[in-house]
């Protein structure tokens, strides 16, 4: 396949793991793969860690924004009272981080491996009983999840969060 660019992505919240590739570390390449690149993504606050710097490629700066929620119909919401987030994702962190900073607190995480499918009718309904237990008005989900919730009955307040990356430094991007 011919491309023109090569973009490597690192989170913050990761970096470079262990300096490991799968399934040792975090790392999809190993580093060495970094002299190929045009450009490092960094997604998240912190530094970019040195053995990354070194390669004196250009780095990207952004992070995940909170572009809209919704209910399930589809109706845009500004979901208030009580919220409880819910996720199947690999950095569950980072979904925390990214509605935090949206100025949105939450009461609990309901934390699931990444891909969980939420085909276990029974831990569906201890979280609609816990939901219910403490009171929580919206449960902000990703619109990764959301894809398998819609298809499992449940009575869960399920809001969707739908995020954007955004780049700070968007101008030093040079195609």
Request: avoid cysteine.
């Amino acid at each position: 396949v011919q491309h023109d660019f090569d973009f490597i992505v690192f989170n913050a919240l990761g970096g470079i793991g262990n300096g490991f590739v799968l399934p040792s570390g975090i790392l999809r390449e190993p580093l060495s793969a970094l002299k190929y690149a045009n450009y490092i993504i960094f997604n998240g606050k912190g530094e970019v860690p040195d053995k990354i710097k070194k390669y004196n490629i250009p780095i990207l700066k952004g992070g995940y924004k909170i572009k809209q929620i919704s209910n399930v119909e589809g109706n845009l919401i500004n979901p208030e009272g009580r919220l409880a987030l819910l996720s199947g994702i690999g950095l569950p962190r980072s979904f925390e981080n990214t509605v935090l900073q949206a100025g949105l607190h939450f009461e609990k995480h309901f934390r699931f491996p990444d891909h969980y499918d939420f085909k276990d009718k029974e831990i569906i309904k201890q979280i609609s009983a816990e939901v219910k237990l403490e009171k929580i008005d919206f449960l902000l989900t990703t619109e990764k999840d959301f894809a398998k919730l819609q298809f499992i009955d449940h009575d869960l307040p399920l809001a969707i969060v739908e995020v954007e990356f955004v780049l700070e430094n968007v101008e030093e991007l040079k195609l």
